[in-house]
């Protein structure tokens, strides 16, 4: 059997992402078995996902996902290449995976190589990545403008943010010297971050920002069926949208107790902290105190990413891989993946999370941060009556019949 990885947010999922996945199979087989890696209730621009996690992996799984695993909670909320890494290695752990499938804007795998080994290949020492750096530029900055002195253009890839994931998947790839074969599939419709669908096929942030602004009608023709019936059932129970609005109070009141010291194991440690703790004193919401912090060298997604690692206690010291596999939905064939994983994955696999408890002492810590950020997140549902603790131990995986 093929089995095909693909590491995604489906935030929520979109006629794109069913798009890559027709595509996928186009490529692979129609009988291609496909699991997906998929954050959980954060993500990774440092932000809530708008509907809960074992929802967005029901929608999947009836979308044509066949398998939808959690990628790590600190690999979500980490930069491009720990969040692809993260992401990769739990693929790559599972045994049975074959190929590694992934959207970008230009899809000549050839090249996007030669992107990720000048990636690779520009350490951190080198004299044009250290002049960007010196600069003021961000590192994802300073790596592309020190590819593009090279070759510029593998370095024009590193302009946009799907091509950059690609580039980071292969660099994971790589590092873990994974037999897993990449397939680049050409990313259509509107762009990242993009406010206009384009050939019916919308950006997720486009689909967010309707949703928030109470217009989830908008989305209809640009979600598959059963994904938008997902959403509708999720919006008529109070359990969306879900938005960093509904706890930007309760947020900063953790904030405002910490130290520039305490900040600094949320944000590496290189000055962000002092930005972090003088924004977080004078400005009265998430997304001033966000404003104020952000610079050229400190892009906001890194801001927000930091905000949250702090409220949910994540030091950047938690490493992004994976210590077990979460289970969050199963398909048909993703029942023939999980029995197959039996005898080839390396890491315990959690299918009922009420397990947990009798896993090794070793895993606790992990596993009572993701209990953490469930209970956590559950404060952001719009039902005040949804917004109580221990969720976590009640969910099970919905499996397709």
């Known amino acids: 059997m093929t089995v095909c990885g693909i590491v995604a947010e489906y935030n929520p999922f979109h006629a794109g992402h069913a798009h890559h996945l027709t595509q996928t199979r186009r490529a692979l087989g129609a009988d291609t078995a496909i699991v997906c890696a998929m954050s959980g209730n954060f993500v990774q621009r440092g932000d809530l996902a708008v509907m809960e996690k074992y929802r967005r992996a029901e929608a999947a799984v009836r979308c044509g996902a066949d398998l939808v695993l959690e990628t790590p909670l600190s690999a979500c909320l980490w930069s491009a290449s720990g969040f692809a890494f993260g992401a990769v290695a739990l693929l790559d752990a599972l045994g049975c995976v074959t190929h590694l499938s992934f959207g970008a804007e230009r899809a000549d795998l050839a090249l996007l190589r030669r992107a990720a080994n000048l990636s690779r290949a520009e350490g951190e020492h080198t004299d044009a990545l250290r002049q960007a750096l010196a600069a003021g530029l961000p590192y994802a900055a300073a790596i592309q403008q020190a590819v593009s002195a090279a070759d510029p253009e593998a370095g024009a890839l590193l302009t946009s943010p799907n091509n950059t994931l690609a580039i980071e998947y292969l660099c994971a790839l790589d590092t873990l010297e994974s037999t897993v074969q990449p397939l680049a599939v050409l990313r259509e419709g509107g762009a990242h971050d993009s406010d206009i669908p384009t050939d019916g096929l919308p950006s997720a942030s486009y689909l967010r920002k309707r949703i928030a602004q109470g217009d989830a009608d908008a989305c209809r023709p640009l979600m598959p069926e059963a994904s938008f019936a997902m959403l509708t059932q ?111 994955c390396k890491l315990p696999v959690i299918v009922k999370p009420v397990t947990e408890r009798t896993l090794p002492d070793a895993l606790q810590s992990a596993l009572a941060h993701d209990a953490l950020a469930d209970d956590l997140y559950a404060l952001a549902y719009p039902d005040p009556m949804l917004r109580v603790g221990g969720d976590h131990f009640r969910k099970s995986p919905f499996c397709l019949s």
């Open 234 to 344: 999720a919006i008529e129970q109070g359990a969306a949208p879900v938005t960093r609005n509904a706890v930007d109070q309760v947020i900063l009141a953790h904030l405002r107790r910490l130290t520039p010291d305490a900040l600094a194991r949320y944000c590496g440690g290189d000055g962000l902290e002092h930005r972090l703790c003088a924004a977080i004193r004078d400005h009265t919401s998430l997304a001033a105190v966000c404003a104020a912090a952000q610079t050229r060298r400190y892009p906001l997604a890194r801001v927000r990413r930091a905000l949250m690692r702090a409220w949910l206690d994540l030091s950047t010291g938690v490493p992004p891989t994976a210590d077990y596999v979460r289970v969050l939905a199963v398909g048909a064939r993703g029942r023939d993946i999980l029995r197959r994983m039996k005898d080839t």
